[in-house]
């Protein structure tokens, strides 16, 4: 039978990142990350589509990048602590820069 997709996607991300994915069965909600890593604790998210919005700030991001530098988004809502903000990465650039292990360079 074959993985469901948000199956496959957490055991494509796993692999991507030097983890491991955590089977659902006998865990409970905030028990356990999706997958099993070092110095991160992770949670896979598989939608249809993602806003446009954030296409385009990542865009935006990556076109005003330099050579050493990682593009990244920074999302908020209103009232929020900076501090709580939500740091958001596509996932090759981020590995090459904070997981350097993982990159095959």
Known sequence: MADKPWKKNERLIAEAIGGKR??????SRGDQPDIEHNYLSIECK???SLPAWLHDAMDQ???ASRA???PCVI???KGQRARDA???FKLE???KRFMPEMSDE
């Open 68 to 70: 050493n530098q990682t």
């Open 86 to 88: 939500f740091v958001v």
């Open 61 to 63: 991001a990556e076109k």
């Open 22 to 27: 955590v089977p659902v069965s006998g865990r």
């Open 75 to 77: 999302l908020r809502h």
């Open 93 to 95: 650039p981020f590995t």
């Open 46 to 48: 598989l939608r249809a």
